[in-house]
């Protein structure tokens, strides 16, 4: 039994916060959080653990909704994946786990690794012989035969093809379904703006996904996709940028509209190249998340890290991000705490300060509410009750621009002139 006391305390529940605020931790379960003044010392035994943390903020582990544990965040990450045998694989995925864990990430969700390696991962945190975030695994995507990702093991073309996969899935421990609703910019021979599945085919997706208890992600990036996507029901709508042939991004407001009236929520990938990809491009690469977030679409935290050019341990980074692109900061930490675990699916286990959900909490160096980037000021990270010292980390690189797919050297030379992309793209997928 261990009492963390800190000068605030930012529940995610409800509004709560107290200042200054304790919360008690037992056998990995909350058990008292309130103001520290109420906390009835008396009624513990004298030798309670109590550690003090000061000026900081306590507040709930975070959650990364999109991660890519198999890719290393490298120039060449597709690549690695495909060289790459089962074991060295697992290895780095192990390894990714570590670095989310160590910037605070302590729910981060699979959404696309090789076979069923991405079970044996969470399965290896989830008994305690490796350290890592909760992991939320979908194992390999649904795809078309040579599609986005084909290369992780997902190939399903008919109605029946996609039934049987999605069984599978289920059969060998996958948390959730992903399905790639339309290409994607990592896959040579794949244009993210056309649609992959008919309609039938990620609606029987989501139906055969239902029958078994499981979410679906649906990766999308072009309009036709995300449509068929939010017309199917999917849970999480992933990327959701409205990329168009030409290489321009809007947002169809109509669609817009009928994502925020749905039961869909929106999961952007903005991670922390963001910022540095909308200068490069002068704009024309701007991410839809402040108009989706206007718009009343239910926006959660996701970064696609793992992609080229996009170490796992940038997340605090991506929050960043998200508030320089319009959202308010209250928003963001909503979006990576209590919002992402409702849509999850785990709120009743994680996503904020309560008593009976596990104690995953971490205390940074200022108040959030005000400056988003005292997130990086990580003072202490407890996952399921254990507390857990980060690792050093390298530093995080500037984009080098020489770096950029030709999609988006296009876009930052001003050409629309290309309508596809048969190489990596630097921050998106």
Known sequence: MKLYTAGLVLTQDAGRAYAPGAVLVDDGKIIWVGAEADFPLASYPPDLVIESLGDATIMPGLIDAHVHLGFDGGPKPVERMMAEDDVRQVAL????????????????????????????????????????????????????????????????????????????????????????????????????????FEQDQLSAIVS????????????????EGIERAVTAGVTTIE?????????????????????????????????????QIVELTQGRFQPALAELYRRGCKIIASTDCGIDNTPHHGFPGALEAMVSLGLPAQAVLDAATSVSATALGISDVTGRLAVGLDADLIAVGGDPRSDISVISDLRLVVSRGVAFIPDPLPPLEPLDPTTLSPFLRAAAASDPGVRHDPQPAGAVT
């Open 93 to 196: 995925m192990l390894q990714s786990a570590r670095q989310l864990l160590s910037v605070g990430v302590t729910t981060a969700r699979d959404l696309g690794s090789r076979d069923y390696l991405g079970p044996a991962v969470r399965d290896i945190i989830q008994d305690g012989t490796a350290r890592g975030p909760r992991i939320l695994t979908a194992a390999s995507p649904i795809t078309v035969t040579g599609g986005h990702c084909w290369f992780m093991g997902g190939e399903a073309d008919s109605i029946s093809d996609v039934r049987t996969m999605v069984r599978r899935h289920h059969k060998f421990g996958a948390d959730l379904i992903k399905v790639m609703s339309t290409g994607g910019f990592m896959t040579a021979g794949s244009a993210p703006w056309y649609a992959q």
């Open 208 to 223: 055969e996904a239902r029958r078994v208890g499981k979410q679906v992600a649906a990766h999308a990036h072009g309009i």
């Open 239 to 275: 990327h959701c940028s409205f990329v168009h042939a030409d290489g321009s991004r809007y947002v169809d407001p109509e669609l817009a509209d009928r994502i925020a009236a749905s039961q869909s929520y929106v999961s952007p990938t903005i991670n922390y190249r963001m910022p």
